[in-house]
């Protein structure tokens, strides 16, 4: 099974450059509304048939789950977790920061990652108990910054509207206590910055498990802690599904867990 990885990162690689190149022959006239705020166009449908295609060829009894096809059969064993281009919106409009994001699903835990940010050539990997890598390069967030010494990522609401408030009492308290906050437009994007040690946190609620998949296990293998927003530690395959994560380095991780669980306690998160 190893030595698919190798094979699955020049896949997505090559993925990835299709994607960029076909930026410049991108029609807006292929963006089709999934859901309100929610785009998607061509190019995510032929990036997942192509990624789906291949990883098929490497491991042939694996099951996937992925954004643009809902009609796939999951496995017992082994899942590709799929999102061919995280930050559909940014591609759309021609801004930086969008990627492909692949997990490895083994029963219960994420075993290997990679989040490919196509437009500046960056490829995150990580594979349990091995550590996480961007261009080969080691990543290690053991020592990183304090809240109030960092940047914290986030992702706004854009359809599920119903937990605002409590988002923006957490957004208050990053506002005061952090040296600013950021969002890209890419959960994928988000997640590695925290393993690359860029942003010290990163929160959210509303996702879907091909948004995080690739990020959980990046950040941890980063040295980072993950979890719900109540900061319970539960399996992957659960988490996948909880629709909110917070991510963080070790110094950093306490005080915003003790803000979502505090504001988001009453919704369920």
Known sequence: MKNSFPKALELIQ????????????????????????????????????????????LIPDSGFIAEENHNLEASDDYNWIIDPLDGTTNYIHDLAHYSISVALLNGDEIVWSAIYDVSNFKMYTAEKDMGAFCNGKRLNIQNGKKMHDGIIGTGFPYYDFSQVDSYLSVLKKCFEYSRGVRRFGSAAIDLSFVAEGK??????????????????????????????????????????????????????????????????KETGL
């Open 14 to 57: 090559n993925v990835g450059e299709w994607i960029y190149k076909e930026k410049n022959h991108f029609s807006s006239s292929s963006i089709k509304v999934k859901s309100f705020n929610s785009f998607v166009s061509y190019i995510d449908i032929e990036a997942e048939k192509k990624l789906i295609r291949g990883l098929k060829l």
């Open 199 to 264: 942003f010290v946190a990163f929160f959210e609620y509303g996702l879907a498990p091909w948004d995080i998949a690739a990020g959980i296990l990046l950040v941890r293998e980063s040295g980072g802690i993950v979890s719900k927003f109540n900061g319970k530690q539960i399996p992957d395959k659960n988490l996948l599904f909880e629709r909110n994560i917070v991510a963080a380095n070790s110094a950093s991780y306490e005080t915003l867990i003790n803000w979502t669980s505090e504001y988001f």
